[in-house]
């Protein structure tokens, strides 16, 4: 089992930038994708951006973001520090929502890791609010 907090949300201004970071605990952390999702008031929770565990490629991760979010947000992970995080450029109101970090263990699965289905593990959310 893997065990996850997630840290770094706040209050910005449009245009700003917020840094996550998201703590696993658990001596495999690499072996597991990571993926980030967020959860809007009033609406469903949607896949933000999503890493690769280390095995997945021969190339190396593989990371693949929401169309919302490409060329803004930037996900990289640290296996040796068991730590995840989403780097959030050019933030816009439309990006305010509690921001969920989650792991799979589905090794079995080749794709982009975007369904929330594919994680068993979340933390408990860090919410971001983008003022206009």
């Known amino acids: 089992q893997v065990q996850l907090v997630e840290s770094g949300g706040g209050l910005v201004q449009a245009g700003g930038s917020l840094r996550l970071s998201c703590a696993a605990s658990?001596?495999?952390?690499?072996?597991?994708?990571m993926g980030w999702f967020r959860q809007a008031p009033g609406k469903d929770r949607e896949f933000v951006v999503s890493i690769s565990w280390s095995g997945f490629s021969w190339s190396g991760f593989s990371s693949y973001y929401a169309d919302s979010v490409k060329g803004r947000f930037t996900i990289s992970r640290d296996n040796a520090k068991n730590t995840v995080s989403l780097q959030m450029n050019n933030l816009k109101p439309e990006d305010t929502a509690v921001y969920y970090c989650a792991a799979s263990d589905r090794t079995d699965y080749i794709g982009k890791y975007d369904r929330s289905a594919l994680y068993a593990y979340w933390g408990q959310g860090t919410q971001v609010t983008v003022s206009s």
């Open positions: 658990g001596r495999t952390f690499s072996s597991y994708a």
